[in-house]
């Protein structure tokens, strides 16, 4: 990780922390280079990074001002566990990108049931196999891999570029809450389940089933993530960088 970033994570730490509450400027730059033991270039680097995601307002000739909350940006996983964090309002940003989801993936599962290959289908049919694999070797980590890559793999054969656009910019979030989704094995099950249909509706080429089987899909992962709280202190101030 370059110096910037990890002092970028550090300057999320510490509003994380109430070091720097939100609306009040940052400390000066020179400052800051002190504080994180850094040159004046790299902190720089650092305010530009999280200006980019929202979190900081640059002012010419002021000092830096951390960005009120709802300017966030959600499509980074670490400000959006932080967003959470601090608004309290993880369960909402939670049922929000799921929101997101169905919206898309209903249409791409329509789509896709028109147009998919062969090839494509041995594909899904891999990366549903993983997951199971993962069930029974108990890791989350790899069966939420295994998860997205089936749903890409839906994405990829609705073939339509400008959708696939919009979903592109969702998948890191995605991972960073599948991982956390998918800890009970209960939930990894139901979601193999759902694959398996949505799968089944593919081969069949029957765009109304594949629809309907990926409305279930989408209504179970919302089961399984109510309640989720992103804004966790172990899901938050402690993986800005890292995930």
Request: aromatic fraction near 4%; charge should be negative; hydrophobic fraction near 45%.
């Amino acid at each position: 990780m370059k110096m910037s970033e990890q002092t970028a994570s550090r300057i999320l730490n510490d509003i994380a922390d109430g070091a720097f509450a939100v609306g009040e400027p940052l400390p000066a730059e020179a400052q800051l280079a002190e504080t994180y033991s850094v040159s004046r270039l790299t902190v720089r680097e650092a305010i530009v990074s999280l200006a980019s995601r929202g979190v900081v307002e640059v002012r010419h000739g002021k000092r830096s001002t951390v960005a009120p909350v709802a300017s966030w940006s959600v499509l980074d996983p670490a400000i959006l566990m932080l967003r959470g964090r601090l608004t309290e309002d993880s369960a909402r940003l939670v049922m929000e990108l799921i929101e997101a989801r169905r919206v898309l993936e209903i249409a791409f599962a329509r789509l896709a049931a028109t147009r998919i290959t062969d090839a494509e289908i041995a594909d899904l049919r891999c990366h549903l196999g993983a997951m199971v694999e993962a069930l029974d070797d108990d890791d989350a980590l790899r069966s939420a891999q295994a998860d997205l890559r089936f749903h890409r793999g839906i994405v990829e054969a609705a073939g339509n570029p400008f959708l696939a656009g919009s979903y592109a910019p969702l998948e890191h979030v995605l991972m960073a809450v599948r991982i956390k989704t998918s800890t009970p094995r209960s939930v990894r099950q139901d979601a193999i389940t759902w694959h398996g249909r949505i799968l089944e509706a593919l081969e069949a080429r029957d765009p109304a089933r594949a629809a309907a089987a990926m409305q279930g899909h989408m209504d179970q992962t919302a089961d399984a993530a109510s309640g989720m709280d992103l804004g966790r202190p172990e899901a938050s101030a402690n993986s800005f960088g890292g995930i």
